[in-house]
């Protein structure tokens, strides 16, 4: 069936529709730890119980991205969109009401099943109904914008709720935008799929499930604690699973994932940098709320509204991307993009016990700005490179990878901190033994412990703590600033070469030029005259696949 392209009008509509769906998901990513406290209190969760509360949605929504992306580009990726958004707001009110510890874990995984094909349906329906390069950047930075705020919004947003309802308003909430989402997706989202998908291979399927799954699990056991056999063990199966899948893709005649798209420098190497940016961000979003909340005593609600200008910030460096490509070109973009995390980690690493807002709003600035701008340019540039009838299974691909580097962040840099603060605390010699071990476990476990001594012991107890989390924080922050300094550097060699404006041809990753490279007069102003690259006529190119739209 022949492509038919959308209006302008109904272009940016489908937009505002993926935006709120994107918008949604991250709501619902942030609202969960601070209503653990509540939900603790009426459901009494084990240990154990509680952390699969946490947890399951992320290994629900991990595992199945990769699957969910390839289904959308086959039975239509509106179709997927709008069926999954109403399984979110089912699996919303679920939530809420869940009776049990065991009822909500079910209830969380069934919201990671539903998310796992929200995610790369918006950005797939924002691929299709931008044909034009530079809109499309657009669209893009503005689609990351929103997600970001929704991060934001949701610690300020679940504060006021949990201030006069019970725990599960914050999961209720989703529900009208689920509504908004799906009455008005029926009728203005263009319908649009890979016209000749092939057979989807059945064993591929559980095997990456299994090998991302695993990977993730191990990752967050580490970042729990000291990982056991279990951890382990879902470290060999994920891994093995992974290698196993990645072979049988590669003889496919259709494959879940086409691996030959990581020939294509642009594509490797913007995944590479948003899964390190992922990395370090996901894991300052966890210090920054224990510094907000366990060093300087504010509510949820407090941090969450501390945290909006970052997140404003952050739309603001997500519409930028595209005149920033069109001056810059990408690896310069996304280099400063990095280059101002950096910044940020550098200015965070100085953070007292008493507010500085002369510090931290900077901080908050230039870092949202970065992250904003970084992803932006990354999630474009995957796109752009990858085969329009593949673009949910490219975006799937990217969602994974940013999955996987926010567990490695939490896990890494968490480590790093808790390293530091057990090598720096200084508590009182006249606490009891069992209080002193606990206390030198975290900030949180000795805040607790504090509270059962007597005044004077408690103060001392509590400041040596702080004071030996602040010493972490900055040792952590330091190493991310590293981390991200040296992968602003090497952006500029990873993205070298790739077009401001990359066309949409459609071409395999075999072909010529596929690697997301174009003759030197239409780079970012590097040259790339490797052997092989020079782009045959136009008249000997092989034809684009088309992509189906319904209207």
Same mark, same amino acid.
């Given at each position: &069936?022949?492509?038919?392209?959308?209006?302008?009008?109904?272009?940016?509509?489908?937009?505002?529709?993926?935006?709120?769906?994107?918008?949604?998901?991250?709501?619902?990513?942030?609202?969960?730890?601070?209503?653990?406290?509540?939900?603790?209190?009426?459901?009494?969760?084990?240990?154990?119980?509680?952390?699969?509360?946490?947890?399951?949605?992320?290994? @629900?929504?991990?595992?199945?991205?990769?699957?969910?992306?390839?289904?959308?580009?086959?039975?239509?990726?509106?179709?997927?969109?709008?069926?999954?958004?109403?399984?979110?707001? +089912?699996?919303?009110?679920?939530?809420?009401?869940?009776?049990?510890?065991?009822?909500?874990?079910?209830?969380?995984?069934? *919201?990671?099943?539903?998310?796992?094909?929200?995610?790369?349906?918006?950005?797939?329906?924002?691929?299709?109904?931008?044909?034009?390069?530079?809109?499309?950047?657009?669209?893009?930075?503005?689609?990351?914008?929103?997600?970001?705020?929704?991060?934001?919004?949701?610690?300020?947003?679940?504060?006021?709720?949990?201030?006069?309802?019970?725990?599960?308003?914050?999961?209720?909430?989703?529900?009208?935008?689920?509504?908004?989402? +799906?009455?008005?997706?029926?009728?203005?989202?263009?319908? =649009?799929?890979?016209?000749?998908?092939?057979?989807?291979?059945?064993?591929?399927?559980?095997?990456?499930?299994?090998?991302?799954?695993? +990977?993730?699990?191990?990752?967050?056991?580490?970042?729990?604690?000291?990982?056991?056999?279990?951890?382990?063990?879902?470290?060999?199966?994920?891994?093995?699973?992974?290698?196993?899948?990645?072979?049988?893709?590669?003889?496919?005649?259709?494959?879940?994932?086409?691996?030959?798209?990581?020939?294509?420098?642009?594509?490797?190497?913007?995944?590479?940098?948003?899964?390190v940016a992922m990395f370090a961000n996901l894991a300052m979003s966890l210090l920054m709320a224990q510094y907000f909340q366990l060093v300087l005593g504010w509510s949820p609600l407090h941090a969450g509204l501390m945290s909006?200008?970052?997140?404003?910030?952050?739309?603001?460096?997500?519409?930028?991307?595209?005149?920033?490509?069109?001056?810059?070109?990408? @690896?310069?973009?996304?280099?400063?993009?990095?280059?101002?995390?950096?910044?940020?980690?550098?200015?965070?690493?100085?953070?007292?016990?008493?507010?500085?807002?002369?510090?931290?709003?900077?901080?908050?600035?230039?870092?949202? &700005?970065?992250?904003?701008?970084?992803?932006? +340019?990354?999630?474009?540039?995957?796109?752009?490179?990858?085969?329009?009838?593949?673009?949910?299974?490219?975006?799937?691909? =990217?969602?994974?990878?940013?999955?996987?580097?926010? @567990?490695?962040?939490?896990?890494?840099?968490?480590?790093?901190?808790?390293?530091?603060?057990?090598?720096?605390?200084?508590?009182?010699?006249? &606490?009891?033994?069992?209080?002193?071990?606990?206390?030198?476990?975290?900030?949180?476990?000795?805040?607790?412990?504090?509270?059962?001594?007597?005044?004077?012991?408690?103060?001392?107890?509590?400041?040596?703590?702080?004071?030996?989390?602040?010493?972490?924080?900055?040792?952590? &922050?330091?190493?991310?600033?590293? *981390?991200?300094?040296?992968?602003?550097?090497?952006?500029?060699? @990873?993205?070298?070469?790739?077009?401001?404006?990359?066309?949409?041809?459609? *071409?395999?990753?075999?072909?010529?030029?596929?690697?997301?490279?174009?003759?030197?007069?239409?780079?970012?102003?590097?040259?790339?005259?490797?052997?092989?690259?020079?782009?045959?006529?136009?008249?000997?190119?092989?034809?684009?696949?088309?992509?189906?739209?319904?209207?």
């Amino acid at each position: &069936m022949e492509s038919s392209p959308i209006s302008r009008a109904r272009a940016w509509a489908t937009l505002a529709i993926a935006c709120l769906a994107a918008l949604l998901l991250a709501l619902d990513l942030t609202v969960l730890h601070l209503a653990v406290p509540a939900l603790t209190a009426d459901l009494r969760p084990s240990a154990t119980q509680l952390l699969w509360i946490a947890d399951i949605y992320g290994f @629900a929504l991990g595992g199945l991205l990769v699957t969910m992306g390839n289904v959308g580009d086959r039975i239509g990726r509106k179709r997927l969109l709008l069926a999954g958004t109403s399984l979110f707001g +089912v699996a919303s009110v679920v939530t809420a009401y869940a009776p049990t510890a065991e009822a909500l874990i079910a209830a969380r995984a069934l *919201l990671g099943v539903a998310g796992a094909t929200v995610m790369p349906s918006t950005l797939s329906i924002i691929r299709d109904a931008f044909t034009d390069p530079q809109e499309r950047t657009a669209a893009v930075g503005i689609w990351s914008g929103a997600s970001a705020a929704g991060f934001a919004l949701g610690p300020v947003l679940g504060g006021v709720l949990l201030d006069h309802f019970w725990w599960g308003s914050v999961f209720l909430v989703n529900v009208p935008v689920v509504v908004l989402v +799906v009455a008005a997706g029926a009728f203005v989202l263009p319908e =649009s799929r890979n016209p000749a998908p092939g057979r989807l291979d059945l064993l591929s399927v559980p095997l990456s499930i299994a090998g991302v799954i695993g +990977v993730i699990y191990a990752v967050k056991e580490a970042a729990h604690g000291a990982p056991g056999p279990d951890a382990a063990a879902a470290l060999v199966v994920g891994v093995t699973s992974l290698v196993v899948f990645v072979r049988r893709q590669t003889r496919l005649a259709e494959p879940l994932i086409d691996v030959r798209l990581f020939r294509r420098r642009a594509f490797a190497g913007s995944i590479g940098c948003a899964v390190v940016a992922m990395f370090a961000n996901l894991a300052m979003s966890l210090l920054m709320a224990q510094y907000f909340q366990l060093v300087l005593g504010w509510s949820p609600l407090h941090a969450g509204l501390m945290s909006l200008p970052g997140a404003l910030a952050g739309v603001v460096g997500g519409m930028a991307a595209a005149p920033l490509i069109a001056s810059w070109g990408r @690896a310069r973009a996304v280099a400063v993009g990095l280059g101002l995390c950096t910044a940020g980690f550098l200015l965070y690493s100085r953070l007292g016990a008493q507010p500085d807002y002369l510090l931290l709003i900077p901080a908050l600035l230039v870092f949202g &700005m970065g992250t904003g701008l970084a992803f932006s +340019v990354t999630n474009d540039t995957v796109l752009a490179v990858a085969p329009r009838k593949r673009a949910g299974a490219a975006a799937a691909i =990217s969602e994974t990878g940013m999955e996987v580097g926010g @567990a490695l962040g939490i896990a890494v840099l968490g480590s790093v901190l808790n390293s530091a603060y057990r090598g720096t605390v200084r508590l009182p010699e006249d &606490m009891p033994e069992e209080t002193r071990r606990a206390a030198e476990d975290s900030l949180a476990a000795a805040l607790d412990a504090a509270a059962s001594l007597p005044p004077e012991p408690a103060r001392a107890a509590a400041t040596a703590a702080r004071e030996a989390f602040l010493a972490g924080i900055g040792t952590t &922050m330091t190493v991310a600033a590293v *981390l991200l300094a040296v992968i602003a550097l090497t952006a500029l060699f @990873a993205l070298r070469g790739v077009p401001r404006v990359i066309p949409d041809e459609h *071409l395999e990753p075999s072909a010529p030029g596929a690697d997301g490279r174009t003759p030197p007069a239409a780079q970012d102003g590097e040259q790339a005259s490797t052997a092989g690259d020079t782009p045959r006529p136009a008249h000997e190119r092989p034809k684009p696949p088309t992509t189906s739209f319904e209207h």
